[in-house]
């Protein structure tokens, strides 16, 4: 399909171990989103790209986390020593060229971390 | 810095029923106002949006929504449920200052029941 496309669904890992979640946003997509849903809240921003530009990373929880975008379209949020409190959905969205405030998110799936 | 208050955190409702599902944000400057829906087992999506203009939104489904500026709210409401409304409804905001964070309310559970 054209909708964004986030993988792995299910990610399952041990306290301390590094993950990598990919996004695969829309294509022509010119913003890209990171977003961390912790379970019974509302996305929470991480981090915000514009092409390969990293524009954003305020919301980024720690050092532990990282992301990249380096050729403007598909992105990897990496986790290193994964944490129990690191728990959560993270949730990458897409919107077409233009203010990024004035263009709706295209939400992927969203990868549902575990970290036990 | 932004805030979006949901004040409902699960609904029930019989269809038919009328709805109306609260939001209020904290930032006083110009915003642009949004809901976003999940159905169970899918992502968000876009119900509808406000940026300048008519304060009554309308979106799709039969959604609608209301910005009042005075009240920092943009509540959203629908005359008659159906059982497929089912879902998790997100209000969001953005200060159009900042042009990359979307602020989201923690969600409203609405469960129609037939």
């Known amino acids: 399909g054209a909708g964004v496309s986030q993988s792995p669904r299910y990610k399952v890992a041990k306290r301390g171990q590094d993950v990598a979640l990919r996004c695969d946003p829309i294509s022509g997509h010119v913003s890209l989103f990171w977003y961390q849903q912790a379970l019974g809240q509302g996305p929470e921003f991480l981090t915000y790209?514009?092409?390969?530009?990293?524009?954003?990373k305020s919301g980024l929880p720690s050092d532990r986390f990282f992301a990249e975008r380096p050729e403007g379209s598909v992105s990897t949020l990496k986790i290193q020593r994964t944490q129990q409190e690191d728990s959560a959905v993270y949730l990458c969205a897409s919107s077409a060229p233009g203010s990024s405030y004035n263009s709706p998110l295209h939400f992927g799936n969203g990868t549902r971390l575990t970290v036990t | 810095a932004q805030s979006v208050s949901q004040h409902n955190h699960h609904v029930i409702l019989s269809e038919a029923a009328s709805l109306e599902l609260g939001c209020n944000y904290s930032y006083g400057g110009t915003v642009n106002l949004f809901w976003y829906v999940q159905y169970p087992g899918q992502h968000l999506q876009l119900l509808l949006k406000y940026f300048s203009g008519d304060p009554l939104v309308k979106g799709i489904k039969g959604f609608e929504a209301e910005f009042i500026k005075s009240k920092f709210s943009f509540n959203l409401r629908k005359p008659s449920v159906q059982w497929s409304d089912t879902a998790e409804y997100f209000c969001a905001v953005v200060n159009t200052g900042t042009a990359s964070k979307l602020t989201f309310g923690t969600g409203t559970r609405l469960q129609v029941t037939l």
């Open positions: 790209f514009q092409n390969e530009a990293q524009l954003d």
